[in-house]
């Protein structure tokens, strides 16, 4: 019995939950898993409505369930930032969720952008790391609107969160099994400092994986390969704001935000999956956002709870779904409904 804290959040979220959850509970009828579900009104409309994002009192709640599965933050009558640091970065912040794990894996059926590139060469992974770095917010201003203003906002990187990192990086090449080579992506030519101690820390954690091809590039360098030659990755690790970027290209190399899944990992703790996308406020209740990212994230989740063979049926039916032709395109405009696209999931894996 797993017990998931679901928050549907803001605008299409909902909707691209509720088809995550329709394909969760196809895959727990046939491999026998069971799953009790607490939802959580953490959102814009909760915030209008009370001032508050997420209470204090609600970490020590999530600590005790085995899964979050989250939908979308963002709404348009919330000035940005408030939710975004009231709940995201709180949640991965006060959960120690120090990882952010970003597959980019392009499924037959689904269009890249990218001339002559196919399946087999779109298939990587990014290790970010998710609770240092510029996203602290440490800083601040002086003179602010004035002709003199300076802002300030520095970068954190500790040998304790760099090194976990870096280690789950290794241990992540080593059971992906693939080509068994991790890539770390830094600024180490002019973020001397900082991108120093990831390069050290690297060198040294890499010696206890021999086995383990160790490459670096620079984030530009990087975000040319992964347009030019996608196939020479197989893991990136990299620091929190180079890896927030590097994903959204990712995205767009595996055909779109419609198909991108996140997750946001604590190995020693409570982990949560969320589609990358936003909230998308226009197409709310309109039925027509594709919801196979969030149906992504719920196989990513199941991945991570240990259930190989319901996440491995739920891969495989995303990949039929796509294959077959029937959902078109990943926009709003494809012709499919969100409901619609639940249900080839769910049905392909009964």
Not at 41 to 46: H, L, S, T
Not at 156 to 172: L, P, S
Not at 258 to 285: L, R
Not at 332 to 349: F, H, K, M
Request: with cysteine.
């Amino acid at each position: 019995m797993y017990k998931i804290a679901v928050m549907p959040g803001d605008g299409i979220g909902p909707e691209v939950v509720r088809e995550g959850l329709k394909v969760l509970q196809a895959v727990s009828s046939v491999t026998g898993f069971e799953m009790h579900t607490e939802t959580y009104d953490f959102g814009g409309e909760r915030y209008l409505k009370t001032g508050e994002t997420v209470p204090d009192s609600a970490l020590d709640e999530l600590r005790q369930m085995d899964a979050i599965y989250l939908g979308a933050v963002g709404h348009p009558d919330v000035a940005p930032g408030i939710l975004e640091k009231g709940i995201l970065l709180k949640l991965r912040f006060g959960l120690d969720q120090y990882i952010n794990l970003r597959p980019i894996k392009l499924y037959p059926g689904v269009q890249t952008p990218l001339r002559d590139k196919g399946p087999e060469d779109i298939d990587f992974v990014v290790v970010r790391e998710n609770t240092e770095g510029l996203y602290l917010g440490i800083g601040g201003f002086v003179k602010k609107g004035t002709q003199d203003e300076v802002a300030v906002q520095e970068m954190i990187n500790t040998r304790k969160g760099v090194e976990r990192c870096i280690r789950y990086a290794f241990e992540y090449t080593k059971a992906r099994d693939r080509r068994k080579k991790l890539t770390l992506c830094d600024k180490a030519n002019v973020l001397t400092y900082a991108h120093d101690l990831w390069r050290r820390t690297f060198a040294e954690i890499g010696e206890e994986y021999p086995d383990i091809e160790k490459d670096y590039a620079f984030v530009d360098a990087t975000c040319m390969w992964m347009v030019k030659n996608p196939e020479w990755f197989d893991v990136i690790v990299t620091c929190n704001m180079f890896g927030d970027i590097i994903t959204d290209l990712g995205a767009m190399v595996q055909g779109g935000m419609g198909v991108a899944a996140g997750g946001n990992i604590n190995p020693e703790g409570i982990s949560m999956f969320e589609p990358i996308h936003g909230s998308a406020p226009k197409y709310t209740g309109k039925n027509v956002i594709n919801p196979m990212a969030a149906i992504c994230s719920a196989q990513m989740m199941l991945e991570h709870l240990g259930e190989k063979e319901a996440a491995s049926l739920v891969e495989k039916a995303i990949a039929k779904a796509f294959a077959s032709g029937k959902m078109g395109d990943l926009s709003a405009r494809s012709g499919i409904s969100t409901s619609e696209v639940g249900d080839l999931v769910a049905g392909y894996i009964k």
